[in-house]
């Protein structure tokens, strides 16, 4: 149980260019669903927490207009880069809070190249 | 100071060696303490979950928490090459659902 996918696994894209990656919850409901970004070599950075029918909070320093989330269901959120650019590269690890459990499990993430 | 500390590595440890990852914080309103494993380029995979102080063991793998001294610990007996991969250490106050991370420790397990 507490399976997390994500889609695509892996894309490129052009600069200037918008890329939808989406993460499904596939055998539990998650009102919450939290996005991450990671750098080689380096750990987790939380970008926004996506909650169900309501807005999602975003970090600081993460611009909401160019990662713009939305979390429809309870099992599918998307995230939106808008406008990617080369310095937006990066892997995106999304995870879902399983209620059950408190605790989050990870899909198994999106690797993004801007060209 | 960062709130979780955890040493980088690289750690490299013959198969079969007992193995000892460790992590320090700071928040005492920390209260639930995770392990994951993630391989190069895949999402961090749950191994542990505990709450509060104690241990807890699941095969190979044991958690320990020492909330007093703020220290927790996953040991891997019986390493196997296979668990070649970075192990994060997570955290998260009582309250909330947002985890703090360590930087992850590289563990190597060589043939």
């Known amino acids: 149980g507490a399976v997390v996918s994500q889609h695509p696994s892996w894309v490129i894209c052009k600069s200037g260019t918008s890329v939808k990656i989406e993460c499904r919850s596939l055998d539990f409901q998650a009102t919450t669903m939290f996005w991450y970004r990671q750098f080689p070599k380096q750990s987790l950075m939380l970008m926004a927490t996506s909650n169900e029918g309501s807005k999602a909070t975003y970090e600081q320093g993460v611009e909401k207009d160019k990662f713009l989330i939305n979390h429809a269901s309870l099992t599918l959120s998307t995230l939106t880069v808008t406008s990617a650019h080369p310095e937006d590269s990066s892997f995106y690890i999304c995870s879902a809070l399983s209620g059950a459990q408190e605790t989050q499990y990870f899909g198994p993430g999106t690797r993004l190249l801007v060209l | 100071q960062k709130e979780v500390e955890q040493d980088p590595g690289p750690l490299s440890v013959p198969e079969g060696a007992i193995v000892s990852l460790n992590c320090t914080y700071s928040n005492s309103a920390f209260q639930y303490f995770m392990w994951y494993r993630q391989y190069s380029r895949k999402g961090p995979e749950l191994l542990m979950y505990t709450y509060s102080s104690g241990n807890k063991e699941d095969g190979r793998f044991t958690a320990q928490v020492d909330k007093s001294s703020k220290y927790i610990s996953l040991f891997i007996r019986d390493s196997q090459p296979s668990d070649s991969a970075t192990y994060l250490c997570?955290?998260?106050?009582?309250?909330?659902?947002?985890?703090?991370f360590g930087t992850g420790t590289q563990l190597k397990v060589e043939l």
């Open positions: 997570a955290m998260r106050a009582g309250g909330g659902n947002k985890l703090t």
